[in-house]
């Protein structure tokens, strides 16, 4: 069974801060997402790494998939206070299109 | 692009009684759609994958009978709650996958249930 851990599971920070959050599996996936979900709505994708090493930039936002494709991290720069939300990682199998979501980051960023 | 609706947004309702929510791709076609469950402060919980045309795949765990799901056009699914009971409320999304192929879910803004 692929899992995929998410950390830290709750963050709370200052506005200006810079955070990392992380997924990391044993397994190998084809490809992974992050999202953003708002209390009481569906997750928003944000992006979509495919390749080994890849790294993309959202605004503030680095995305980096990690060489082996088993792991994954999210850093924000300079949080604000409207980057509060629940920040969820999934990863697809290289078996199919199951996708396998973290537990999730739930971030709050203080003005 | 790549806009998937859910109908309805929240819906009370009696212990026993029957509940349908839809999902329907708004542009795009999707011949692969999720149904999930998520619980407070929890993340999303696979319940199955439907697919056009054919019988869901359910996870393990998840009863059938009870939630079930019908996948009649490549722009429209529903998951049927049974007989609902207190237990069964929760926030349940769905995502659908635009092409065959592709790996990337696109979620509906969810429906939120509540059994009284």
């Known amino acids: 069974t692929q899992l995929l851990e998410q950390s830290p599971q709750f963050l709370s920070i200052q506005e200006g801060e810079n955070l990392t959050v992380y997924c990391n599996s044993s397994s190998v996936f084809s490809s992974l997402q992050w999202y953003r979900q708002e209390p009481g709505e569906g997750p928003v994708l944000l992006v979509t790494v495919v390749t080994g090493g890849e790294v993309k930039k959202l605004k503030r936002l680095t995305f980096q998939f990690g060489d082996a494709r088993k792991d994954s991290s999210l850093h924000i720069t300079a949080a604000q206070p409207g980057d509060t939300g629940l920040y969820l990682c999934?990863?697809?199998?290289?078996?199919?299109?199951?996708?396998?979501f973290g537990a999730g980051t739930r971030l709050f960023v203080k003005a | 692009g790549a806009v998937v609706s859910q109908h309805p947004s929240r819906v009370i309702c009696k212990s026993g009684t029957s509940v349908k929510i839809e999902c329907r791709s708004l542009d795009f076609q999707a011949t692969t759609m999720f149904w999930y469950r998520q619980f407070p402060k929890q993340s999303l919980m696979l319940m199955a994958t439907s697919n056009e045309g054919s019988k869901a795949t359910y996870e393990q765990g998840v009863e059938k009978d009870k939630f079930l799901i019908n996948h009649a056009s490549l722009t429209l699914s529903t998951l049927t709650v049974t007989s609902a009971h207190p237990e069964d409320s929760s926030f349940y999304i769905c995502?659908?996958?635009?092409?065959?192929?592709?790996?990337?879910?696109?979620f509906g803004p969810g429906t939120r249930l509540l059994v009284l």
């Open positions: 999934a990863g697809v199998g290289t078996g199919g299109f199951k996708t396998i």
């Open positions: 995502s659908a996958l635009p092409l065959a192929g592709q790996e990337t879910q696109y």
